[in-house]
């Protein structure tokens, strides 16, 4: 006859270990990178000249923006919030830095980051201190930061001439573009800080649990702040790239969806909305999927809208395997 004690140890130990199924075969680190990987040989075997250097720099060319974004809403998605407003202040600092480029780069660009830490500070005003929802307060200030920029742009573009600037969206430093060195730097920091700050830490207790975090002494209110106003900076040097590249400011255009593909990156990239995990590398190589994603079915002449059906599957099945598993 079995031991009631003992049946009760077994019951409990196989509630411990769940069945993740599907699940396993998306690991964070590896399963978007081997996503990646068949992508990018596929294309390089029958897509025609997708393999070649001056392609794959074109690739790292339109995507430094989005992964600059992205970085950014890993910190916030990892702390358990979201920022819709990304797409939005990149447009505000286009307008901001163009109509002051006039009066040197660097008072441009001051004033222009300026805006960027304010919507920020303002985001994490709301969510972090007025305990608003996350998601209605950052579409709500999407809706009301495109207006700002297009009533202090008057709706217009606004073109400007100033080789210096323009060179941070067209310059290159040796052979690699300045963009993407930018988008580089800004890798590399989120990297340290997550895997060997304090800071890095705080933000996935936060995003694990809240009020556990806040009991063993963090305050979760000003991480939150922080990492609004690093997802802003962020989003404002993505503005000023934008920018540069272009030769002028666009309140209408910049930044348009940029809210929408940074999240794809950070969600395929293994940082999952449930918060409490930060996979910075994760989040480029989800970025670089989805370029690789459009790249080739423009060369291939399939209709753009087919790559976003693409994208949308792949999100969703990214989502299906992070969720929460009943035990």
Same mark, same amino acid.
Request: charged content about 15%; aromatic content about 8%.
């Given at each position: 006859? $079995?031991?009631? %004690?003992?049946?009760?140890?077994?019951? %409990?130990?196989?509630?411990? %270990?769940?069945?993740?199924?599907?699940?396993?075969?998306?690991?964070?680190?590896?399963?978007?990178?081997?996503?990646?990987?068949?992508?990018?040989?596929?294309?390089?075997?029958?897509?025609?000249?997708?393999?070649?250097?001056?392609?794959?720099?074109?690739?790292?060319?339109?995507?430094?923006?989005?992964?600059?974004?992205?970085?950014?809403?890993?910190?916030? +998605?990892?702390?358990?919030?979201?920022?819709?407003?990304?797409?939005?202040?990149?447009?505000?600092?286009?307008?901001?830095?163009?109509?002051?480029?006039?009066?040197?780069?660097?008072?441009?660009?001051?004033?222009?980051?300026? #805006?960027?830490?304010?919507?920020?500070?303002?985001?994490?005003?709301?969510?972090?201190?007025?305990?608003?929802?996350?998601?209605?307060?950052?579409?709500?200030?999407?809706?009301?930061?495109?207006?700002?920029?297009?009533? =202090?742009? $008057?709706? %217009?573009?606004? @073109?400007?001439?100033?080789?210096?600037?323009?060179?941070?969206?067209?310059?290159?430093?040796?052979?690699? @573009? +300045?963009?993407?060195?930018? #988008?580089?730097?800004?890798?590399?920091?989120?990297?340290?800080?997550?895997?060997?700050?304090?800071?890095?830490?705080?933000?996935?207790?936060?995003?694990?649990?809240?009020?556990?975090?806040?009991?063993?002494?963090?305050?979760?209110?000003?991480?939150?702040?922080?990492?609004? =106003?690093?997802?802003?900076?962020?989003?404002?040097?993505?503005?000023?790239?934008?920018?540069?590249?272009?030769?002028?400011?666009? @309140?209408?255009?910049?930044?348009?969806?940029?809210?929408?593909?940074?999240?794809?990156?950070?969600?395929?990239?293994?940082?999952?909305?449930?918060?409490?995990?930060?996979?910075?590398?994760?989040?480029?190589?989800?970025?670089?999927?989805?370029?690789?994603?459009?790249?080739?079915?423009?060369?291939?002449?399939?209709?753009?809208?087919?790559?976003?059906?693409?994208?949308?599957?792949?999100?969703?099945?990214?989502?299906?395997?992070?969720?929460?598993?009943?035990?």
């Amino acid at each position: 006859m $079995d031991n009631p %004690k003992q049946s009760k140890t077994q019951m %409990k130990s196989k509630k411990q %270990k769940p069945d993740r199924g599907w699940g396993t075969l998306w690991n964070p680190n590896f399963g978007a990178f081997a996503a990646l990987l068949i992508l990018y040989v596929a294309n390089a075997v029958f897509t025609p000249r997708f393999a070649t250097v001056s392609n794959t720099l074109n690739m790292l060319l339109q995507v430094s923006t989005t992964m600059l974004v992205a970085v950014g809403m890993t910190f916030v +998605i990892a702390s358990r919030g979201i920022d819709l407003t990304v797409g939005s202040t990149m447009a505000l600092v286009s307008v901001i830095v163009a109509l002051l480029i006039k009066y040197g780069m660097t008072v441009a660009i001051l004033f222009a980051l300026s #805006a960027a830490l304010l919507v920020g500070f303002i985001n994490g005003f709301l969510i972090s201190r007025l305990k608003l929802d996350a998601l209605i307060t950052t579409l709500a200030a999407l809706i009301l930061w495109r207006g700002i920029a297009q009533v =202090i742009g $008057d709706g %217009k573009l606004v @073109p400007f001439v100033n080789p210096t600037f323009e060179a941070l969206g067209k310059g290159y430093l040796g052979s690699i @573009p +300045i963009q993407v060195v930018i #988008a580089a730097v800004a890798i590399a920091g989120a990297f340290f800080c997550i895997r060997s700050t304090l800071f890095g830490r705080y933000i996935v207790a936060v995003g694990g649990n809240e009020e556990a975090a806040r009991l063993a002494g963090i305050r979760a209110e000003r991480v939150k702040y922080i990492v609004y =106003i690093i997802s802003a900076l962020l989003a404002g040097v993505a503005g000023l790239v934008e920018t540069a590249r272009l030769g002028m400011g666009d @309140p209408s255009k910049v930044g348009v969806n940029a809210e929408f593909d940074a999240i794809a990156a950070v969600v395929v990239g293994g940082t999952p909305f449930s918060g409490g995990r930060a996979n910075v590398l994760g989040t480029v190589v989800g970025a670089l999927l989805m370029q690789v994603i459009s790249t080739s079915f423009n060369m291939l002449l399939i209709p753009f809208t087919w790559s976003l059906v693409l994208k949308s599957v792949i999100i969703l099945f990214a989502i299906f395997l992070q969720r929460p598993r009943e035990v």
